[in-house]
């Protein structure tokens, strides 16, 4: 139940093409839901998060989709850039109470072809 | 600017040899953790401290303790370290649990 499960494992993208990634969870008491963004050598880093009470959330060219019924949200990267080749984990988090801590996907490499 | 900061970024330790790496904010959040993140492997939570709460993993090893002895600072202790625990070790911080959290960039830990 504690599991977020993300897919693909690995994505090869054209420059100005568009990147999707998908996770879906089981724990519906989990209430935030964000994407980080890993650079090898570096820490993750949020690049955008998501509450269970809207159904899209866009920063830029990142949007974020949810769908509370499904289970299931996406992250969405508009004209893929070179710049955004990195891998990137889904998580998702239950806010109050003892447990609030994040579980995270198995993450996605994504590289983007110029 | 307000980070997370690790130290140091790459160590090398003996097999069985005691290591200790920090971790230091300047965001003043009451939690603090510590993940595990092997190669091509999600983060792996071992422990989290909230404010002095010392939260321990089921599933985290004994060899690997924590000290939190203020706000700002947090190590982690891995007593015995084995071929096995090589790994990055990344801290992160929020002001609650669960949500905004905001990772130093991490300790590369080789065991020779």
């Known amino acids: 139940q504690q599991q977020v499960k993300q897919s693909p494992q690995s994505l090869i993208v054209q420059k100005g093409g568009i990147s999707i990634i998908n996770c879906a969870y089981e724990n519906t008491a989990f209430d935030y839901f964000p994407w980080y963004q890993q650079f090898p050598g570096k820490g993750p880093a949020l690049l955008i998060a998501?509450?269970?009470?809207?159904s899209e959330k866009k920063e830029g060219r990142f949007t974020i989709s949810f769908n509370k019924s499904a289970k299931q949200f996406s992250l969405h990267i508009m004209d893929s850039q070179p710049g955004d080749s990195a891998t990137y984990f889904c998580a998702a988090s239950k806010g109050s109470g003892n447990t609030g801590k994040l579980i995270f996907g198995q993450g996605t490499t994504l590289q983007v072809k110029p | 600017d307000a980070m997370v900061i690790q130290n140091p970024r790459y160590q090398v330790t003996q097999f069985g040899k005691p290591v200790t790496l920090s971790c230091s904010q300047t965001?003043?959040?009451?939690?603090m953790y510590w993940y595990q993140q092997k190669s091509s492997q999600a983060p792996k939570l071992l422990f989290h401290y909230y404010d002095k709460d010392f939260n321990n993993e089921a599933d985290t090893p004994d060899n690997f303790q924590s000290r939190r002895p203020n706000t700002s600072f947090c190590f982690l202790d891995i007593r015995s370290p084995g071929l096995g625990d090589a790994a990055m070790y990344l801290c992160?911080?929020?002001?609650?649990?669960?949500?905004?959290?905001?990772f130093g960039s991490g300790t590369r830990l080789t065991v020779v």
């Open positions: 992160a911080t929020s002001r609650d649990r669960g949500q905004g959290y905001t």
């Open positions: 998501i509450r269970p009470d809207v």
């Open positions: 965001l003043n959040h009451n939690v």
